[in-house]
C-alpha cells in the first residue's frame, strides 16, 4: 500500500500472517514457504525497508522504525492483527513489532532473530552484503549456513538479481556500517524480551555462524525454543518444513 515500502501477498482471509527477512535479503527469502502458508490465510512477504522493492524507504537500516513503517502499512491495508514471523534483522524487527503494539500483533515466530545477544559476525555478513561476483555471493551464503551445505542455484540467482538493482549494494554497505561493522549489534534486553504476552516461538540452529545459538540461552520462560541441531542461519532455505511447521504451531497457540 504504502508506495515505497513493497509486500508481495499471497492467500486471502483471515488471520494475516507477515513474513519479515534477515538483512540483505528481501520477500524471494520465503518463495517456498509463503505459498505453503497462503493455503491457511492472507500471508504478506516484505521487503523490508533498504531492501528490494523498499529500497528508497526512509527506514533503511533502523529496526525501531521498520517496525513502525509495517506497522502502518498494515494500519494502511486495514489489517488490524497479524501473525508476524521474522528472520535474523527481521526478527528484531518482529520483536519490535510486538513490543510497540502488543494489541496488534497476535503472535510472533523468531527465526535466529537479530538482538538477542551483543555477537553478529561483522566480516561474514560484509561479504554476504557486498560480493563483486556471484561466485562470491555464493561462497558467503554457503558459508552463513551449516558447515557443508551448499545452496542451490535459484537461491544464489534471486539475491544476484537483488545486488543488481541500482543502489542497493551502496544501501546494503550502509545499513551494514549501522548494524555489525564492529561485529557486535544492539540488543533487546531479556526483560524488556518478558513483557511480550503473546505465543513466541525462537528456532535457532546450533550451527549459526552469524547469530551463535548460545544467544538462545535465558529465553523468558514463556517463550518456546525450538533447537535445529547441525543447522546454520539460513533457515527459511536449510529448515524451511521445520520454520513453516514452527509459524503454524504458534499461530494454532495463539488461536487457543
Not at 558459508?143 to 557443508?148: S, T, V
Not at 545486488?163 to 551502496?170: L, T, V, Y
Not at 548460545?214 to 543447522?231: H, I, K, M
Request: hydrophobic content about 45%.
Amino acid at each position: 500500500m504504502t508506495q515505497d515500502l513493497h509486500a508481495r501477498t499471497k492467500g486471502s482471509g483471515t488471520p494475516a500472517t507477515v513474513l519479515l527477512h534477515g538483512f540483505g535479503g528481501g520477500c524471494d527469502d520465503w518463495y517456498d514457504i509463503q505459498p505453503d502458508l497462503a493455503r491457511d490465510g492472507l500471508v504478506l512477504a516484505y521487503d523490508l525497508p533498504g531492501h528490494g522493492r523498499s529500497l528508497a524507504h526512509p527506514a533503511a537500516g533502523n529496526a525501531s522504525a521498520m517496525a513502525k513503517a509495517i506497522l502502518a502499512d498494515l494500519a494502511e491495508r486495514g489489517i488490524d492483527r497479524a501473525h508476524v514471523a521474522g528472520f535474523s534483522m527481521g526478527g528484531a524487527v518482529a520483536c519490535l513489532m510486538g513490543l510497540r503494539a502488543p494489541e496488534r500483533v497476535a503472535s510472533l515466530t523468531l527465526l535466529a532473530p537479530g538482538g538477542f545477544g551483543p555477537y553478529i559476525n561483522g566480516p561474514l555478513l560484509h561479504r554476504f552484503a557486498t560480493p563483486a561476483t556471484a561466485d562470491e555471493l555464493r561462497a558467503a551464503m554457503n558459508d552463513m549456513a551449516a558447515p557443508g551445505y551448499a545452496f542451490e542455484t535459484k537461491y544464489v540467482a534471486a539475491l544476484a538479481a537483488l545486488r543488481g538493482i541500482p543502489g542497493q549494494p551502496a544501501m546494503l554497505e550502509k545499513i551494514w556500517g549501522m548494524i555489525a561493522r564492529d561485529s557486535r549489534q544492539g540488543e533487546i534486553p531479556r526483560d524488556t524480551l518478558a513483557t511480550l504476552a503473546m505465543p513466541v516461538t525462537v528456532v535457532w540452529g546450533t550451527a549459526d555462524p552469524m547469530l551463535p545459538y548460545s544467544q538462545s540461552e535465558n529465553l523468558p520462560a514463556a517463550f518456546e525454543l525450538v533447537t535445529l541441531p547441525g543447522v546454520g542461519h539460513m533457515l527459511p532455505v536449510e529448515a524451511r518444513k521445520a520454520v513453516t511447521a514452527a509459524i503454524r504451531r504458534t499461530v494454532r497457540r495463539a488461536a487457543r
